[in-house]
């Protein structure tokens, strides 16, 4: 794998406020950024929100704003969500910022110019919602099939991109390159669309409909329709914050998307590139719907999720913990406050919260807390530095591989082998006898060498929880990239660790 990678959030349209759906996406693209990060890579990671079009200005009107006011105000939240969620971006990226604005025109100028931009009449089904024409193959009882609504006929004057063009070269480019859109299943998916003749896309809106947009470079009577500005961000934002080698960065770009964008992703945008004589991404990496109880989320049903609601009633590193280790990725998962609450007190609460006060704790109780080193190694504590070993190299085989869920079971499979040696050394009963205590002594060095390791396994997926454990073991971590540390010696002789904290207090239901 290269030493440069690009990861890209979509933009998140400011007509909504950040939800489930967001922050998912949102800290899986964190995770993967941090983990190829501690593996010794260079990271560009942006994320932001998209600002034009029909329903922004609606929305505006609607709260007695201007667009622009109400895209601040909107864009502002997300910004200060993720912040306050902790997500390493590297660069916001905003549709209004003059560098996006100037670079959409430049595209645009050059595609024109090539000959695959014309301007035509079109009347069709169209989704406020989705900001784009259906045709009727595609409406479900003749309704959007996202929004459940039915489309609005129009029909106008515009501006159309030649994609038909483009078709058979990105059929040729998915048989070239099978991995282009993962899961597969989504690229089966993109090749059952391109079965069908693509038509060319409406690019456009016109002034006298809509102000709020990019106006053509070519038309000052026309401004951009929101796919042709939206997608060019993840190219924009990258030449803005790495001018210098955005070629580079580029060449590894891995876009991460929920599925209800997956045809513009996977046939405008890459289109859209070939027309420009440009490169495609590296990877559209496709995850699916996080649905509440049984229904998909909706702020009319009234079961929006919250990412700093979450925070505050049980923070973060939980929020996080279950949405990566509940949803496999690709496929839809469901999200209820009874699963959330069972996988917490069972992986974090019982497990990894309580195995880290009860090392602590004896450490504290049996030597005032601190290691001791130099004991000999027996069978069994080389059994557990090899039960982490394999769990690092399968954790890494399946972050790389995007399923974070396994690499999640895998560092826990390492934690249920802690307990297990914990029971069967049994140090509490060992401390009875003094003749033994020098054995306890190496058996908690090897448990505190566990849980240095449990660190440097989370924390792509848990940063905070991970720091903790090493200020509590008053250790560094380390990157994954470094060797593993060795086992006996991670501790100097003399080295404390803190008193006991509850990492994870349970959470308590009525019952």
């Not at 209800?260 to 945008?269: N, Q, T, Y």
């Not at 990157?479 to 660790?497: C, I, Y």
Request: hydrophobic share 40%; proline share 5%; charged share 25%.
């Amino acid at each position: 794998m290269s030493d440069r990678v690009y990861l890209t959030t979509p933009l998140y349209y400011v007509n909504a406020e950040p939800h489930l759906g967001h922050t998912y996406t949102t800290v899986l693209v964190d995770t993967v950024a941090r983990f190829n990060r501690s593996m010794g890579r260079e990271v560009v990671f942006q994320t932001g929100t998209d600002e034009h079009g029909d329903k922004i200005a609606e929305a505006a009107a609607a709260g007695n704003a201007q667009p622009r006011q109400y895209a601040d105000r909107v864009a502002g939240i997300f910004r200060d969500t993720w912040d306050e969620c902790g997500i390493s971006y590297d660069h916001f990226i905003r549709t209004t910022d003059d560098y996006h604005v100037t670079f959409v025109r430049k595209m645009l100028a050059r595609i024109h110019e090539k000959g695959d931009i014309y301007f035509g009449k079109y009347g069709g089904n169209y989704c406020t919602g989705c900001e784009r024409f259906y045709a009727d193959r595609e409406l479900v009882d003749g309704k959007c099939p996202d929004h459940l609504v039915e489309p609005v006929w129009i029909e106008e004057e515009n501006y159309f991109f030649r994609m038909s063009r483009y078709q058979n070269q990105l059929r040729q480019l998915l048989d070239d390159s099978p991995d282009l859109i993962r899961p597969a299943g989504y690229r089966n998916e993109v090749l059952g669309l391109l079965r069908e003749p693509l038509e060319d896309l409406c690019i456009s809106r016109p002034k006298s409909r809509l102000e709020w947009g990019i106006e053509l470079p070519f038309d000052d009577n026309y401004v951009t329709y929101v796919w042709f500005d939206a997608l060019l961000n993840y190219l924009s934002g990258l030449e803005h914050c790495r001018p210098k080698d955005s070629e580079a960065f580029w060449a590894e770009a891995n876009h991460f998307i929920a599925k209800d964008i997956l045809k513009p992703h996977a046939v405008f945008w890459p289109t859209m590139l070939l027309a420009a004589d440009l490169p495609v991404y590296r990877h559209l990496n496709v995850h699916g719907y996080w649905n509440v109880g049984q229904s998909k989320m909706s702020k009319s049903l009234g079961n929006v999720i919250r990412p700093l609601e979450m925070r505050d009633r049980y923070g973060l590193e939980g929020f996080r913990y279950f949405l990566l280790r509940e949803m496999v990725f690709g496929m839809d998962s469901a999200f209820t406050e009874d699963a959330f609450v069972t996988r917490f007190n069972a992986d974090l609460s019982n497990g990894l919260g309580n195995l880290v006060s009860r090392v602590l704790a004896m450490q504290k109780r049996y030597f005032d807390g601190e290691v001791q080193t130099g004991g000999q190694r027996r069978p069994e504590d080389r059994e557990l530095a090899a039960a982490f070993s394999e769990a690092e190299t399968r954790a890494v085989e399946a972050t790389e591989g995007l399923a974070l869920h396994n690499a999640l079971e895998e560092i826990w499979k390492a934690l249920a082998a802690t307990d297990k040696y914990i029971v069967e050394t049994a140090p509490f009963k060992l401390w009875k006898d003094e003749s033994a205590h020098t054995r306890v002594g190496t058996i908690l060095e090897t448990l505190c060498d566990a849980l240095l390791h449990t660190a440097r396994l989370i924390a792509p997926f848990m940063p905070e929880t991970a720091a903790r454990i090493g200020a509590l073991l008053g250790v560094e971590i380390g990157p994954l990239a470094h060797p593993t540390p060795m086992w006996g010696k991670n501790f100097r002789k003399g080295h404390r660790v803190s008193e006991p904290a509850r990492l994870f207090p349970r959470i308590e239901t009525e019952t």
